[in-house]
């Protein structure tokens, strides 16, 4: 029993009873010089994004309205577009 006993703490310890583990001639291993890389998760391909729609410029401010460039007529952004229809209100 007590050969059994010395045994395991021999396997524990080392054979020579450093600590180190077997097969490493009595060395204890030190912390590793860095942390081992784990690969990152696949990342999902981006998705194609549509173009996005060309509007058109304000006929009177040049600014951007929020109709499409082939939408037929006068076409305004939304201040104009506000003040032209209080001046055709009013004109009496």
């Known amino acids: ?3 059994r006993a010395s045994r395991t703490a021999n396997l ?3 054979a020579n009873g450093t600590g180190a583990p077997p097969g490493t001639g009595g060395r204890t291993l030190g912390p ?5 890389v784990t690969p990152e998760p696949a ?12 509007v058109a410029d304000c006929l009177y401010c040049g600014r951007p309205t929020e109709y499409p460039v082939d939408r ?21």
């Not at 590793?32 to 081992?36: A, Q």
């Not at 104009?80 to 209100?89: D, F, G, I, L, N």
């Open 1 to 3: 029993m007590e050969l």
């Open 12 to 14: 524990r310890t080392g």
């Open 32 to 36: 590793m010089p860095h942390t081992p």
């Open 43 to 54: 990342r999902p391909a981006p998705a194609a994004t549509a173009p996005e729609p060309v």
């Open 72 to 92: 037929p007529g006068i076409v305004l952004c939304p201040v104009c577009e506000w003040q032209e229809a209080q001046r055709t209100a009013c004109s009496g």
